[in-house]
């Protein structure tokens, strides 16, 4: 199965990190100029028009109108994919800047909210759904987020960083005479 990314993210060696939205094959939408002309003439002239004319004009109306909608209801979905990629990329640069797993920071949906205004429910959604691609591949937004702990020294450590020293330890250690959990 091909996934198609909702972001395309792209890392600057200067350490900068933008991103565009994916709109694919999606063309700009808009209202048609002659169906506005027509609002416009039954605005004008509807005490002359006939009955038939005024329900066809009434008609463009209400089309307009739910055009009109979708077009902003689209506008306010791209706001939101927007402001929540961008929060990400400021809560975890550094995974965008070097891609390695080991540099996400804990991060939980109520960080982005609170960096967005957002509602919880509608971060949830995005990065549910949504994919972002890297110089380092396609990722979900979730893959961005994680739980973390606090050492006794107060640094705060993602749970792919305890992982990641894990995973280095394991592959270092004599395999014939492996470390014991303890050690």
Do not use: C
Request: glycine content about 4%.
């Amino acid at each position: 199965q091909q996934i198609t990314p909702d972001f395309i993210v792209d890392t600057h060696d200067d350490g900068t990190v933008s991103f565009t939205l994916n709109h694919g094959e999606v063309p700009e939408l808009r209202v048609s100029q002659s169906f506005v002309d027509s609002l416009k003439e039954y605005q004008q002239n509807r005490d002359h028009m006939s009955r038939q004319s005024k329900e066809a004009l009434l008609y463009i109306k209400k089309k307009v109108d739910a055009a009109q909608g979708f077009i902003e209801a689209l506008k306010a979905r791209r706001h939101t994919l927007t402001i929540t990629m961008r929060a990400i990329i400021q809560l975890q640069h550094q995974f965008f800047v070097d891609g390695d797993e080991a540099s996400l920071r804990p991060m939980i949906l109520k960080d982005v909210a609170e960096k967005t205004g957002l509602d919880l429910s509608t971060v949830s959604r995005v990065s549910n759904s949504k994919y972002a691609q890297t110089r380092w591949g396609t990722f979900p937004l979730r893959h961005s987020f994680g739980n973390g702990y606090v050492t006794q020294s107060g640094e705060e450590l993602s749970t792919r960083q305890i992982k990641a020293v894990l995973r280095d330890i394991v592959d270092a250690e004599d395999k014939s005479r492996p470390l014991s959990d303890d050690d």
